[in-house]
């Protein structure tokens, strides 16, 4: 990489820390190519984005940020997730961890906040926001099936009374 590409690259990495809630860091030593892209296309699919770091650019590129905490994760063959979506990212990186002993997530950070592990996995058992989207419309709509059903059902009752009455 020349001078210019290395400036392009910390600029790069210095939008991506601006532009996203949440970064994550994840080792990838071992994962084929297939797999990388296997990730990728999952993370894409999934709204999320995977970049391959240089540790040293990366570590150059959080100096100057609120997120400089997260340079200390920067060893060894290390990418970056990243997303505003905490729970799809987090699923994603966890659910494929657990397939795939080559990926291991180091560390992250939300909102200024560094993620452990623990925190990242905690974050992953959470449900998706379309599944909270869909629990929320279903607990709107019951009460409404409810009162079209106790409304109906005095109508219901007397066809029944007359129909019991004209069948003796």
Do not use: W
């Not at 600029?11 to 996203?20: A, F, G, Q, R, V």
């Not at 970056?80 to 699923?91: C, Q, R």
């Amino acid at each position: 990489m020349n001078r210019d590409q290395k400036e392009i690259f910390i600029k790069n990495i210095k939008s991506i820390l601006d532009e996203n809630s949440l970064i994550l860091v994840f080792h990838y030593r071992g994962m084929s190519m297939s797999e990388m892209t296997d990730l990728r296309v999952q993370s894409f699919n999934s709204g999320c984005n995977i970049k391959v770091t240089n540790n040293r650019l990366a570590k150059i590129a959080l100096k100057d940020t609120n997120k400089v905490d997260l340079s200390n994760y920067f060893d060894g063959p290390t990418a970056i997730a990243y997303s505003n979506d905490p729970v799809s990212l987090t699923k994603l990186l966890v659910e494929f961890a657990k397939n795939n002993n080559n990926l291991v997530v180091l560390g992250g950070i939300m909102d200024n906040e560094i993620l452990s592990v623990e925190k990242i996995e905690i974050l992953s058992k959470l449900p998706s926001l379309e599944e909270i989207r869909a629990k929320l419309i279903g607990l709107i709509s019951t009460p409404a099936q409810k009162i079209a059903s106790v409304l109906t059902a005095p109508s219901g009752d007397m066809v029944r009374v007359i129909n019991a009455y004209s069948s003796k």
